[in-house]
């Protein structure tokens, strides 16, 4: 098999489960990978989004795992990197290290801050930083995603989540009629998000656009 393969990403496709084997490491071109720790009675909570900005399998360690599913929100391409070759690249270069624990850095922090916002924000404000995240990584205002599958992403339940989409809807600021969400005005969706979304934002954007420190 070669170091890396162009793959695509079918809706609901898993890349690892909770202790299992990290076989590769996956850089998505667009789509949506959501991190999800499942419960006992089969329901599953979503810790974190990855996208074109990210890597999905990260932090890494020879023979490693993680304690969270990888499955596919929004279909999409990437990159499939053998495990094996990532930690090579990993340790022979510097620049490439600096990134990655950058990233990871960022990803822990967009955990802790799903965290508080999964607890303190309402399902509307929740469900409006869902789907600018998702805009972001797709770069599109148009999607597919159930609400069965929303709801589970955002921990609610299906009545809930098409709730605060009729609410959504109904003040113009995105359009959804079977599985297919158009996001019609997205200044009004930033407005209706909780902080989170600029928070999160903000992390992500620190490690795709800040220049490398010298001697990187």
């Known amino acids: 098999m070669e170091a890396a393969t162009n793959?695509?990403?079918d809706v609901r496709t898993v890349l690892f489960e909770p202790g299992g084997p990290i076989e590769a490491v996956y850089f998505p071109t667009d789509g949506v990978i959501s991190l999800v720790t499942p419960l006992n009675d089969g329901a599953v909570v979503e810790v974190a989004t990855?996208?074109?900005e990210g890597i999905v399998g990260v932090p890494l360690v020879p023979l490693g795992a993680l304690a969270v599913r990888a499955i596919t929100q929004v279909a999409g391409r990437g990159i499939r990197v053998d495990a094996a070759v990532f930690v090579e690249w990993f340790e022979r270069s510097q620049a490439f290290q600096t990134l990655?624990?950058?990233?990871t850095q960022a990803l822990f922090g967009q955990i802790a801050q799903a965290a508080a916002c999964n607890r303190l924000h309402s399902s509307e404000e929740r469900l409006?930083?869902?789907?600018?995240?998702?805009q972001d990584r797709v770069?599109?205002?148009?999607?597919?995603?159930?609400?069965?599958?929303l709801g589970q992403m955002l921990g609610a339940r299906r009545s809930t989540v098409s709730v605060s989409a009729g609410i959504?809807?109904?003040a113009g600021l995105i359009s959804y009629t079977r599985g297919r969400v158009t996001i019609v005005n997205r200044e009004g969706l930033e407005a209706v998000s909780c902080e989170c979304y600029a928070v999160i934002k903000a992390e992500l954007d620190?490690?795709?656009r800040r220049p490398p420190r010298p001697g990187d």
Request: proline share 0%; charged share 20%.
């Open 50 to 52: 990855i996208g074109n």
């Open 7 to 9: 793959v695509t990403f």
């Open 139 to 149: 770069e599109s205002s148009q999607f597919m995603i159930t609400q069965e599958f």
């Open 206 to 208: 620190l490690v795709v």
């Open 100 to 103: 990655v624990d950058r990233y």
């Open 168 to 170: 959504l809807q109904r």
């Open 128 to 134: 409006s930083r869902w789907l600018l995240m998702s």
